[in-house]
């Protein structure tokens, strides 16, 4: 089973700060990643897969990049509803499809 | 509109059975893998299950194995998770997803249900 490890596990920034979220995968994944944000209360939602490409209808504020083993999910200038918690999820050897841990972004 | 709803959610007992549903609308569902996913109080997201586009082809995470059962059905457009035998760890909010990838395998999960509420307690 491939682990993902997420970093930080907190964020604390203010809006219209930039946002560096980090997922390391155990074994290669080659591109195979995603993620999610998840706000409180709502279901998650997804933002990018094959690690780089934007689901449809999320604003280019959020990028993603990264192969094999590490990849990035940056947010260049965070908006009010941008805190959340973000997962990275692989599916490269999957099943079972794994989740990272998790990081939450809050305000600072 | 593509819309998820999950329902059969509850309080059991350990050791007793739960059956949770997913109604599907808003788009092909014979064309997609479902997935099911869940998400312990305070936790991350865990993936459970999973069935491909026709049925065919079903994965579970080891926890669960033998005892949940996914199946799908094309007439009521509906996916639905057997649970036997259900035990104090498998307490969670329990998500419905839709694949990503038309007529593919497990990829990643763009459209999600509210989540239905599972509590094994005695």
């Known amino acids: 089973e491939i682990v993902l490890t997420q970093s930080p596990a907190t964020l604390s920034l203010s809006p219209g700060e930039r946002a560096t979220l980090s997922c390391r995968a155990s074994q290669s994944v080659n591109n195979q990643l995603a993620w999610y944000q998840q706000r409180p209360g709502q279901a998650p939602r997804l933002l990018i897969y094959?690690?780089?490409t934007r689901a449809t209808g999320i604003p280019t504020r959020f990028s993603g990049s990264g192969s094999g083993t590490d990849f990035t999910l940056t947010i260049s200038s965070l908006e009010p509803e941008d805190f959340a918690v973000y997962y990275c999820q692989q599916r490269s050897h999957g099943p079972p499809i794994t989740f990272g841990q998790g990081t939450r972004l809050e305000t600072k | 509109e593509v819309q998820l709803v999950e329902s059969g959610g509850g309080l059991v007992q350990p050791g007793r059975s739960l059956r949770l549903s997913c109604a599907a609308s808003g788009f092909s569902f014979d064309d997609y893998a479902m997935h099911w996913v869940r998400q312990a109080p305070g936790k991350g997201l865990e993936w459970v299950s999973a069935i491909n586009w026709n049925g065919a082809h079903t994965d579970y995470v080891d926890s669960v194995k033998g005892r949940f059962t996914i199946s799908r059905d094309s007439a009521n457009t509906s996916l639905y998770l057997q649970m036997n035998s259900l035990r104090a760890e498998d307490t969670a909010l329990y998500f419905c997803?839709?694949?990503?990838?038309?007529?593919?395998?497990?990829?990643?999960?763009?459209?999600w249900g509210k989540g239905t509420t599972v509590t094994v307690s005695s």
């Open positions: 094959d690690a780089s």
């Open positions: 997803a839709k694949d990503a990838t038309k007529w593919g395998d497990y990829f990643y999960m763009d459209v």
